[in-house]
């Protein structure tokens, strides 16, 4: 790897560590750059999946008082995410890699859409709220945390975004609490993955230490910048520039 080339994975991996605490989508910055690099899509992929581990180790950390009297929600759910980690990671190691670039332009644009059309988080949990003031999970919640965990396993895009929705809606508890559940149980679902794909896939060492460099400096301006930015207008920028670079690997991978 180049000098310039590393650079790149740093600047890079800031700037998906701002977009995933604005947007929850840090993919769509580092997993192009990380093709830029030159590396197959797959295994950019698999080196993304591992450098996000730093990051979630890091949103995690910062979570901990807002845990405080959610363990045996975690008891349940951690079971679901783990497994549903594993089962994304072994879809994208068992299935041809030209399969995922096929998908992956859906994915990314899928993303997008979801995030262009995300009611404000606020907005969430004030419905979440009335209708579940007793703060009872649904039964079918494990089974909502594994599907997304699946996604999250093979590839990830938004699926912080779609976790924290499902869990203030549901859950009846405010974004904190439940920022802090979707930080834990997508955290488990990623750190899993990355698990299996260090030891079953070929992981771009060299370019994980630039991208975790980087995702750990933006992680941690993200808060910061948060409170300042227009959020509504940025998310709807990154939402836009997601469509646009779905557009572009659509045409690389179909034309």
Same mark, same amino acid.
């Given at each position: 790897?180049?000098? !310039? ?12 560590? !701002? ?8 993919? !769509? ?44 929600? !975690? ?181």
């Amino acid at each position: 790897m180049t000098v !310039l080339e590393f650079v790149l994975l740093v600047v890079a991996g800031i700037g998906a560590g !701002l977009v995933g605490s604005i947007a929850g989508l840090a993919s !769509l910055i580092s997993y192009p750059a990380l093709l830029a690099t030159g590396i197959p899509p797959v295994t950019a992929n698999v080196t993304n999946t591992v450098a996000l581990v730093l990051n979630g180790v890091g949103s995690v950390s910062a979570s901990v008082p807002e845990l405080q009297g959610q363990g045996r929600r !975690l008891l349940r759910l951690a079971g679901a995410a783990l497994l549903g980690g594993a089962s994304g990671a072994a879809l994208l190691l068992l299935t041809p890699s030209s399969a995922f670039e096929r998908v992956v332009p859906w994915l990314i644009g899928g993303a997008s859409v979801a995030i262009l059309v995300q009611r404000p988080a606020p907005e969430l949990a004030l419905e979440g709220a009335l209708h579940h003031p007793e703060h009872r999970d649904p039964r079918w919640l494990p089974l909502g945390v594994f599907a997304i965990a699946i996604y999250g396993g093979y590839f990830g895009a938004a699926a912080g975004v779609m976790m924290l929705a499902m869990f203030l809606l549901v859950t009846g508890e405010g974004l904190p609490r439940s920022n802090a559940l979707r930080n834990v149980v997508l955290g488990l679902a990623n750190g899993i993955a990355a698990l299996a794909f260090v030891f079953l896939s070929p992981v771009d060492w060299s370019a994980v230490l630039p991208l975790a460099i980087g995702l750990f400096t933006g992680g941690r301006l993200g808060p910061r910048v948060v409170r300042r930015a227009p959020q509504t207008l940025v998310r709807r920028i990154i939402a836009v520039l997601g469509l646009g670079l779905a557009i572009r690997l659509g045409i690389q991978a179909y034309g």
